[in-house]
């Protein structure tokens, strides 16, 4: 018997950013074929009774096979970084490609293809990191990375040998805006941090809790605020990533209202622990350092209020996987200071399942908001065209979660290459029971059913920024500025 479709997903309630109800899902050449209240027939039928069918996440921002500027080496491959995002619901990652100061973009690129094309079992993309904007860069390398479809980049504001300083991210800001492309920022004022730190270092305060005081809320806040203004001087999209504090989201919601074209995200570890996790005994606090720092209660309240709200356009890990060891956290030493413990929490496949049982269970957000934060609204402002929906013609990369599933958080639970995770002991409910990549299984009933190297490199379209209205300078106005055109 010939069937017209590869695989048929019945009985479940399918899930989009903009509604819920209930029908089947055909998928055929790694595309949804149609949706529909019942169909028959089909190679390989799946039965979703009970549970919810979404749009696969697309977890777009994460440390994968990274080097950081002072040289240690994120602890996840791409083998084991896709398969961890995988058993956490996503079917698309995309990781960052950095520049360190002297390589052009194209070896950087080549260096992170051989690391992906290999190993990865989801499809991917990536950011570029720049760090070095030479005249070369900004004219012809960072065009060519464009026309492969890598269409957003990520620039610093904050540690030295990243930092591009003003002027570099207004030459890196106008060249994206050129060409379609977005920028990301992390946005931190690296002389009030450094500032403290030298403060802090005098007072012999350097362990682990430490870190917490010695990036201010008022750093990130004066950063995403300046970040902004040199995007709104040459109207360039822009796109701050791991907002912690009460102001910067302030800051993000009152641009957004103004229509300036703006996009934000926050993390899982700035809703779900505090900077008291930091002040644990011995070097346990270390675990938990990440950059910006850990808040307080008071500020992981207003942050769940503006995931709710609309000012966060997703929600993503910053999984930045550091071992708890000399080959990790602390490659300078079991006793270092803070500042040389290496910074950042993993969390690829915890961030779903912890946004889904303290997000939807609790009220805090719909479902249609969890899959806008989760995966939608990353596919259209990264230029994923082909992902983050359930509509025929997209890839069938598509999630079922069993709504009910209760499972306590353990380390070996998140298959990635890491010792530990800050979310352990954790109880969540909710959690995806099979992921699906193009139509193929990747992550079935707990058991890992895709091939090394399976995913496959999307290159993305521009960047969709949507309706904004963006900002026009009147200093770039030809009467405002004596008939000169010096439109950025």
Request: proline share 5%.
């Amino acid at each position: 018997m010939t069937h017209q479709f590869d695989t048929v997903i019945h009985g479940g309630t399918l899930v989009t950013a903009g509604e819920t109800f209930k029908g089947d899902i055909a998928i055929s050449d790694g595309k949804i074929a149609c949706i529909a209240e019942r169909i028959e027939g089909a190679e390989r039928r799946i039965d979703a009774t009970g549970r919810l069918v979404m749009p696969g996440g697309i977890e777009a921002h994460c440390h994968i096979a990274q080097e950081s500027s002072s040289g240690v080496m994120s602890a996840d491959d791409y083998y084991t970084g896709s398969v961890s995002a995988a058993f956490g619901g996503n079917s698309c990652f995309v990781p960052f490609a950095a520049q360190h100061r002297g390589q052009t973009i194209a070896s950087v690129i080549e260096t992170y293809d051989g690391r992906a094309a290999p190993n990865s079992v989801i499809d991917y993309s990536y950011h570029l990191i720049v760090s070095d904007p030479t005249p070369s860069v900004l004219a012809d390398e960072l065009p060519r990375a464009f026309a492969k479809g890598i269409t957003s980049f990520k620039v610093f504001m904050t540690y030295d040998l990243m930092n591009v300083g003003d002027a570099g991210l207004l030459d890196i800001l106008t060249v994206a805006k050129a060409h379609g492309a977005l920028t990301m920022v992390h946005a931190e004022n690296n002389d009030m941090v450094k500032w403290m730190n030298a403060r802090l270092s005098a007072a012999g305060a350097t362990a682990p809790k430490y870190h917490a005081i010695s990036r201010p809320e008022l750093a990130e806040e004066e950063a995403i605020h300046r970040a902004i203004s040199l995007a709104k001087l040459v109207d360039a999209p822009l796109f701050v990533v791991h907002v912690s504090t009460r102001g910067g989201a302030a800051i993000v919601a009152r641009e957004k209202e103004a229509g300036t074209r703006i996009f934000a995200e926050t993390c899982p570890q700035y809703l779900a622990f505090t900077r008291s996790d930091l002040d644990r005994p011995g070097m346990e606090g270390a675990k938990f350092i990440c950059s910006p720092p850990l808040r307080d209660r008071q500020t992981q309240e207003a942050l769940w209020k503006h995931v709710s709200g609309g000012t966060f356009d997703s929600v993503s890990s910053d999984h930045a996987p550091y071992r708890f060891d000399e080959t990790g956290k602390f490659l300078n030493g079991i006793d270092a200071p803070y500042p040389k413990i290496a910074n950042g929490m993993p969390g690829i496949a915890a961030r779903l399942p912890y946004l889904f049982s303290e997000g939807v269970l609790t009220g805090r957000i719909t479902l249609q908001q969890f899959v806008a934060q989760s995966s939608s609204n990353a596919a259209r402002i990264f230029g994923l065209t082909s992902k983050g929906s359930l509509m025929p013609g997209h890839d069938a990369d598509i999630a079922i979660w069993d709504p009910e599933l209760r499972r306590i958080v353990r380390h070996e639970d998140q298959h990635d290459a890491m010792d530990y995770t800050p979310f352990d002991g954790m109880e969540l409910t909710g959690a995806p029971v099979t992921v699906m990549s193009r139509g193929a299984l990747v992550v079935h009933d707990g058991e890992l059913h895709a091939r090394r190297g399976q995913g496959r490199f999307v290159a993305r379209a521009p960047s969709g920024s949507g309706p904004m209205r963006g900002h026009r300078a009147p200093e770039f106005d030809a009467a405002s500025a004596y008939g000169t055109d010096i439109r950025p």
